[in-house]
């Protein structure tokens, strides 16, 4: 069984783990004082199992994910998609915990990959260690609102675990205009994304609130004028979501 890729998504995450550590042995050595009153020795149990808790859950959730289900390998891709696309473009925060390997899926197809990680904006502490390990995919350093690529350019569009990272409001609005603007007419953008709801709260606690809801990506998709056609899970941690644009917008104009 591997844990590859949880134990190093958990080294980006090294510092909530240490405070974690430190709040357990904290919490024992209060549990053994003799004279502790007895509401604190409850406060310090309690304590030490939140702590223990989210450390083992968090990093289960990473293993699942991760090291234990199809996500990176990008098969299941096919399954969502009619066929081959001619042109993909692959979006991400470039790291290896969030690249597809879509050349190796789509051989005879022509790919681009984007990286929209800006420090400025994108200030996660787990992302920026996690950029400066390297080791990610080549990728073409791209403005979430104003993305290089043609109207209409990609038939396949995959935005993977990145959307999130997104923190203004007014920027994730204008990346969705700029994912309906970049799609064909018949192709699909598939939208990999963690939610806030309560399996991530149970996994995750705090650490939930850096993801968004549901309903968040839902209206951003309707906003930018695309159709929800379908979504799954892969993982209780993991929602896919396959985007288009509405049928109505293929039609040949009428005559007049």
């Given at each position: 069984?591997s844990?590859?890729h949880?134990?190093r998504i958990a080294?980006?995450n090294r510092?909530?783990?240490a405070?974690?550590?430190v ?5 024992a050595?209060?549990t053994?004082?003799p ?7 409850f406060a ?7 702590a223990?808790?989210?450390s083992v859950?968090?990093?289960?959730a990473?293993h699942l994910m991760f ?5 990176l390998?990008g098969?299941w ?6 066929g081959p ?5 692959q979006?991400?925060a470039g790291l290896e915990e969030?690249?597809?390997?879509l ?5 005879n ?8 990680y800006?420090?400025?904006t994108m200030?996660?502490?787990a992302?920026t260690r ?6 990610g995919?080549a ?6 609102d104003a993305?290089?690529?043609e109207?209409g ?6 935005v993977?675990l990145?959307?999130h990272?997104?923190?203004d409001?007014?920027?994730?609005e204008?990346?969705?205009h700029e994912?309906a603007?970049i799609?064909?007419?018949?192709g ?9 709801d309560?399996?991530?709260a149970?996994?995750f606690g705090?650490?939930?609130?850096h ?19 379908g979504e799954?899970h892969?993982t ?5 979501f396959?985007?288009r644009?509405p049928?109505?917008s ?7």
């Amino acid at each position: 069984m591997s844990f590859t890729h949880a134990l190093r998504i958990a080294g980006y995450n090294r510092r909530l783990y240490a405070a974690a550590v430190v709040g357990i042995a904290a919490g024992a050595v209060l549990t053994l004082l003799p004279a502790i009153p007895p509401l604190l020795r409850f406060a310090a149990c309690a304590g030490i199992a939140v702590a223990a808790w989210f450390s083992v859950a968090s990093f289960w959730a990473f293993h699942l994910m991760f090291d234990r289900s199809p996500l990176l390998s990008g098969r299941w891709l096919i399954e969502e998609i009619p066929g081959p696309p001619a042109r993909w473009i692959q979006i991400n925060a470039g790291l290896e915990e969030t690249t597809l390997p879509l050349q190796e899926i789509f051989p005879n197809s022509e790919g681009r990959m984007l990286d929209i990680y800006s420090p400025e904006t994108m200030t996660e502490p787990a992302i920026t260690r996690a950029r400066q390990r390297g080791g990610g995919p080549a990728a073409v350093a791209a403005q979430p609102d104003a993305l290089a690529v043609e109207n209409g350019w990609a038939e396949l569009v995959v935005v993977m675990l990145a959307a999130h990272e997104i923190r203004d409001i007014a920027v994730r609005e204008k990346f969705f205009h700029e994912l309906a603007r970049i799609v064909s007419p018949d192709g699909r953008i598939v939208l990999v994304e963690h939610l806030r709801d309560l399996i991530a709260a149970v996994a995750f606690g705090p650490g939930a609130f850096h993801f968004l809801a549901r309903r968040e990506w839902v209206r951003l998709a309707g906003l930018a004028g695309l159709e929800l056609e379908g979504e799954r899970h892969i993982t209780p941690f993991v929602r896919v979501f396959i985007l288009r644009l509405p049928l109505a917008s293929k039609l040949p104009a009428p005559q007049v």
